[in-house]
C-alpha cells in the first residue's frame, strides 16, 4: 500500500493561495491520488482526485509531479471556511473494493 | 440529490448495551463503507459493502462488531457489549462504483459509551 506523507500543520492568509503538499513516492502506476478534507469533526468531505494529470474544479486544483512521487493541492482564494484536517489518500485496491487509507493529514488554518 | 444519512447523530450506551448505527447511502449508490474515528485521531477504515454482500470487512474488530446491507433498508453497523473504548465517531460513506469513484461521507454518529 502507498502512503502518504504530509505536514502536520500549515497556516495561510485569508484570499491568498493555500499549496498543501504531499509525498507519495511508493504509489504505483493504476493509484488514484484523492483529496479529501474535515471540518471540525464533520464527515470528511471530498475535494478532488486524479490519476496523472492536472485536474481543477469548483474547490480546487490538483498538480501531480510526472513521477507521480508527489502532489500539491491548490486552493486558490482561501477563505476562514476552509481551515480543516486536509488528507492525501492514495487509493488502495484490495479485492473488488477500494479501500481509503486516512493518515493525520495536513491542519489548514486560515488566519484574517 | 440527498447526501449521505446517518442516524442517530448522537448515541449514548451503557457498557454491555447494543449500538446500532444506520447509513442510508446516496440515491443510486450500491456501495457502502464504514470508517470510525477515535479521538483526535484519523478515520480508520472497517468495513465495504454491497447490497447484501460483505466485500471487504479487513478493518472490523473480529468480535463484537457486524456489518450488514440488506436489499431494502439502510446499511447498519452493529456492536455488540459496547465497552468505553468503542466511544468514537462513525462515519458511513458511498460511493457510485468500485474503481475511480469518490466516496461521498455522511455526518457522522458519535457514540459515547458511559
Known amino acids: 500500500d502507498a502512503k502518504t506523507t504530509q505536514p502536520p500543520s500549515m497556516d495561510c492568509a485569508e484570499g491568498r493561495a493555500a499549496n498543501l503538499p504531499c509525498n507519495h513516492s511508493?504509489?504505483?502506476?493504476?493509484?488514484?491520488v484523492y483529496w479529501y478534507r474535515q471540518i471540525h469533526s464533520q464527515g470528511p468531505q471530498y475535494i478532488i482526485h486524479?490519476?496523472?494529470n492536472n485536474e481543477t474544479n469548483e474547490m480546487a486544483s490538483l498538480i501531480i509531479t510526472e513521477d507521480r512521487k508527489s502532489s500539491t493541492l491548490i486552493l486558490p482564494h482561501a477563505t476562514l471556511r476552509d481551515t480543516a484536517v486536509y488528507y492525501c489518500?492514495?487509493?488502495?485496491?484490495?479485492?473488488?473494493?477500494?479501500?481509503?487509507?486516512f493518515g493525520p493529514g495536513t491542519r489548514l488554518s486560515v488566519l484574517p | 440529490n440527498a447526501g449521505v444519512m446517518q442516524n442517530p447523530r448522537h448515541l449514548v450506551r451503557r457498557r454491555g448495551q447494543e449500538a446500532r448505527l444506520r447509513c442510508s447511502p446516496m440515491?443510486?449508490?450500491?456501495?457502502v463503507y464504514w470508517y470510525r474515528q477515535l479521538p483526535e485521531e484519523g478515520l480508520k477504515f472497517m468495513v465495504y459493502?454491497?447490497?447484501?454482500?460483505?466485500?471487504?470487512e479487513s478493518g472490523m474488530p473480529k468480535e463484537r462488531f457486524s456489518a450488514e446491507f440488506p436489499k431494502e433498508g439502510p446499511s447498519i453497523l452493529r456492536i455488540q457489549q459496547v465497552v468505553r473504548g468503542d466511544s468514537a465517531a462513525y462515519f458511513c460513506?458511498?460511493?457510485?462504483?468500485?474503481?475511480?469513484?469518490?466516496?461521498?461521507f455522511g455526518p457522522g454518529t458519535r457514540l459515547t459509551v458511559t
Open positions: 460513506a458511498s460511493s457510485l462504483g468500485q474503481d475511480s469513484y469518490e466516496q461521498y
Open positions: 511508493t504509489i504505483s502506476g493504476n493509484e488514484y
Open positions: 486524479g490519476l496523472k
Open positions: 489518500i492514495v487509493r488502495v485496491a484490495r479485492n473488488y473494493g477500494q479501500n481509503f487509507v
Open positions: 440515491k443510486g449508490h450500491s456501495h
Open positions: 459493502l454491497q447490497k447484501e454482500n460483505i466485500i471487504d
